[in-house]
């Protein structure tokens, strides 16, 4: 009798079926299917509880529909699957900190923000309330000087609010509406410009937070967080409403430039193809460190590199010395008669250079970011070169590292923890690798580097040899004297 409930005497029934007790008041109907049946009940006037026994089955259409559609999750191509799910965005996505790296002891020191918020991820965090009355007091005086309303910059921000959601994952915005998400990504944006403005400007400005502040070193650390990004759509429509056209990106370059030591370059007289905007300030930190160069050309010759670190190769008669471009990109060597020399780009390593390179490294490894690991390349090539404090003097003494730090110890340290857990690229650098190794195996520059460094390792010794040599030199022309006297 399906879809219909009828009262049964009180008795015992033996059910083979899956059964759910339902406890229910005088009067409700059940909402069962016609799969539903009654089983036993209380008196009407009381209470009645139904058992209804439930078929488990699904529908024959249901069950297809859903294996077609795994069928379809594997043989879809994964390339057009993150495409798709790119462009589901108008501006870039801003990813989480993937998985692999959110376990590492010291997560929070090196990825979250201390002391300044930037986007939806950490604005909630209680830690970070005492910073929002700065931020309030550094928009303040940005709109001041921008000569126009908060409202207007407000809805700038607000009419494109539908497009700047989707740069973030939705269960981190979900909690917030779209007038809340403008008015945090104005005071953000604003705080965050004003803030550049005063740094490149040596605080000459109103309200400027002191630079010998400790809390000013931890906000320029906050401003490079994988999960600390705006949009730079938001920047964008907030720069044009305070500066000029050629202003604008001149005043966040020279922001990067001074916060990494980054050599001043001289733009391309005619560029191949215009650059993409950049998605976010760590993304335009990344543009910049690599910078235009392109990668190395890649040779034949694949095979295991023996070379170990730079003291093994500085025995085998190999230098270094600092490229001239700055780009992390331009690795080159050049190996002469008996000598090589590896030129290496210029790198300040700092307090903060350990969480900078360990959120590119995050930036590179996300799934929703369609870029090459060429950040995480460097970062173990370098490695790969530093072994022991001995390799850190070595590349200092030569000028292509400076360290900030502390110790050379700490900086050999540092990279060799970086690089934890990280898979290497082995066709990063294939075609320098290859030439180094070529090098290496050649003995006799290896002999003869040992020699000049055992025997002439200080200059008196270089002068004794000299000595020695212009000593022979005269005995030899005084015995020849004595044999040939002149005039015979």
Same mark, same amino acid.
């Given at each position: ?107 929070? +020191?090196?990825? $979250? ?11 909630? &965090? !209680?830690?970070? /309330? %005492? ?118 990106? +001149?005043?966040? $370059? ?11 370059? &001289? !733009?391309?007289? /005619? %560029? ?121 003097? $070595? ?94």
């Amino acid at each position: 009798m399906a879809g219909n409930r009828e009262d049964f005497p009180k008795e015992e029934v033996e059910v083979h079926a899956s059964m759910k007790i339902v406890r229910k008041e005088c009067g409700q109907t059940s909402n069962g299917s016609d799969r539903q049946f009654a089983i036993a009940s209380k008196q009407p006037d009381t209470m009645r509880i139904d058992i209804r026994v439930e078929d488990k089955a699904k529908p024959t259409g249901s069950s297809c529909s859903s294996m077609e559609e795994r069928f379809k999750s594997v043989m879809i191509n994964p390339e057009d699957s993150k495409r798709s799910q790119l462009f589901e965005s108008k501006w870039p996505r801003i990813p989480k900190v993937p998985q692999m790296l959110r376990g590492s002891k010291d997560f929070k +020191k090196r990825f $979250e923000p201390r002391v300044f918020s930037v986007g939806p991820y950490h604005h909630h &965090k !209680p830690q970070l /309330k %005492p910073a929002e009355m700065l931020k309030r007091q550094l928009t303040k005086h940005f709109i001041q000087d921008s000569g126009q309303g908060i409202e207007v910059l407000y809805k700038k921000i607000e009419r494109e609010i539908p497009d700047l959601r989707n740069c973030y994952k939705n269960s981190a915005i979900k909690k917030y509406s779209n007038e809340d998400l403008a008015w945090m990504m104005l005071v953000d944006g604003c705080s965050l410009l004003h803030y550049i403005h005063c740094f490149t400007t040596g605080g000459e400005m109103k309200d400027c937070p002191p630079n010998k502040d400790q809390n000013a070193v931890f906000i320029q650390q906050d401003l490079f967080l994988l999960e600390n990004q705006l949009p730079f759509r938001v920047l964008e429509l907030l720069l044009e409403s305070r500066f000029k056209e050629d202003e604008r990106m +001149k005043l966040i $370059e020279n922001f990067i430039r001074q916060m990494t030591g980054l050599p001043v370059r &001289k !733009p391309d007289k /005619k %560029p191949e193809k215009k650059e993409e905007k950049p998605s976010h300030l760590l993304d335009l930190l990344r543009r910049r460190l690599l910078g235009d160069k392109r990668g190395n050309k890649r040779e034949d010759g694949k095979g295991w590199n023996s070379f170990r670190n730079v003291n093994e190769l500085k025995a085998a008669g190999i230098t270094f010395k600092p490229n001239n471009s700055g780009s992390l990109r331009d690795i080159s060597f050049n190996s002469y008669l008996f000598h090589g020399v590896l030129k290496l780009p210029e790198i300040i390593i700092d307090d903060s250079s350990k969480s900078r390179f360990l959120n590119l490294i995050a930036y590179e490894m996300s799934s929703e970011v369609p870029i090459d690991s060429e950040v995480t390349s460097y970062i173990c090539f370098l490695d790969s070169l530093i072994d022991y404090p001995e390799d850190v003097k $070595e590349l200092r003494r030569r000028g292509v590292l400076r360290n900030f730090l502390g110790s050379d110890e700490e900086v050999a340290t540092l990279f060799n923890e970086i690089t934890t857990d990280l898979v290497l690229d082995f066709d990063a650098y294939e075609g320098v690798k290859h030439q180094i190794q070529r090098h290496y195996n050649n003995r006799v520059s290896t002999w003869m580097t040992e020699g000049l460094h055992n025997h002439f390792g200080s200059p008196w010794t270089f002068l004794a040899f000299v000595g020695a040599l212009l000593a022979l030199f005269l005995s030899a022309v005084q015995t020849w004297c004595t044999v040939f006297p002149p005039g015979t």
